[in-house]
């Protein structure tokens, strides 16, 4: 019995020692082949372009795209801010700027991203289907290059961690990655501000200026439309630039004026967008009625510390395996971390200014968060040490766990398309027969990565802004929810 349970303890030895030799051969084999890290990363953002295209498809138009669709007044058909359009519909950029400059006086001085959405809804569904799931693919790469910074060494690993925490971690998913005038608002604004603070990270890594009056020009352009995208993340833009300035003084780099010029810019963007009248018309009208001061400066600190405390910790984390794997190089690149996770609690605290902070305000400050988390991580995959395989073998269970996950939303996403073709069949039917006022049948979702889960498009009460605009978008004179 004796011999049998040592040959069972051998056996087992042996296992793991081909399993964690395996394990060290795979991870040296992507450490020190970049084509190889390429070619996967390559290969990753086809299949997560292709996913991503599958449940765009099956998203409808919701809720407020129905409101974009139309050319907003100032003399609206309703009281409520949200019915101030007019019954007519966006056809042309003249529109645009029409609707737009309705739209600062009515609703807030998003106009920059607003403006986009009524471009986009202008075409055909499918192109916002492939624009979309291109902006949600260029996020992820933008988020890998803010953390490989300089580096010439790629590191598929990481890239393919940035994605499974993005599935797992992004506030809200369907709100605001897959529904038109969410995404918009959130996504693409969010790779737009990565994309404009690249030459900021890239300077603080020691990249030389090019044409600096140029730089200067286009900078300054740039900054003005990210200060002026979203309230919350642009606050938390400018002082990410003003820590990118500090950082490069403290390192004994100059500060170059394209970012001085950028850092006006940012500011003249901000203060453009929350002057807007359309802000102070909403306070206190109908639905955007929101939290007391006191509230907010008891409640956000607190939900500060709960949302953020999973990347706090694993930035702790990486900052005190840095310091004992790698102390020299990996302290140098804490501080470019540092500045990304304070812009995640500055665009959190700048918060406490609003009303109402919904969860898909998550968003912005979680892309911070991820950023500078990703900053470290890559530092320790760049080092000998046991963390870096163990980063591996958590890349293989988290996928695992993530496809199952994006099965069974899509398998949710599938259900909510087929309802959405049966819903506006029943409507071209009625509409056919001359019924113009129809009771339909609300659908769920269930997934949490879904962008109805918890609301639907149609509700009990027909006057309700949402049937209004519903009925607008079909030419229906009514809907309601069917009892």
Known sequence: MEDFCEKVKMKRR??????????????????SRRKLNIAVIAAVCVVLFAFMLFLNYCTPYLNDDYIYFNIFSED???DFILLSVKDQKVESISDIVESMKAHYNVMNGRIVIHSIVQLVLMYPKAVFNVLNSAAYVALMLLIYKHCKGNKKEDRAVLFVLICLAAWTFLPDFGKTVLWLTGSINYLWSSVFRLAVLLPFRLYADGREDKIPWLKAVVMTLLCAAAGATNENTSAAFIGVVVLFMIYCRCHGRKIPFWSVTGLIGALCGFFFMVAAPGNSRRIGIGEEVGNSVL????????????????????????????????????????GVALISMLGAFGAAAVMIASPQFPTRAWFGIY????????????RIMLSENLTRKLLLISVVFWSVWSLMSYTHTAQDMKKLHENTVKREAYIEEQKSLGNLDLELEKYYTTDKHAPSMDSSDVSEDPEHWRNITFSMHYGLNSVKEKE
Not at 14 to 31: E, H, K, M, Q
């Open 76 to 78: 609206g058909i309703g």
């Open 367 to 378: 892309v911070y968060a991820m950023t500078a988390v990703g900053i470290l991580v890559y």
């Open 14 to 31: 042996a296992f793991a020692d081909r399993a964690y030799n395996t394990l060290c051969r795979a991870d040296d084999g992507f450490s």
């Open 295 to 334: 509230s907010r400066l008891t409640n956000i600190p607190g939900n500060m510390v709960l949302s953020l405390s999973v990347f706090v910790g694993a930035f702790a984390v990486c900052a005190v395996i840095l310091y004992a794997y790698d102390r020299e190089n990996g302290n140098s690149k804490t």
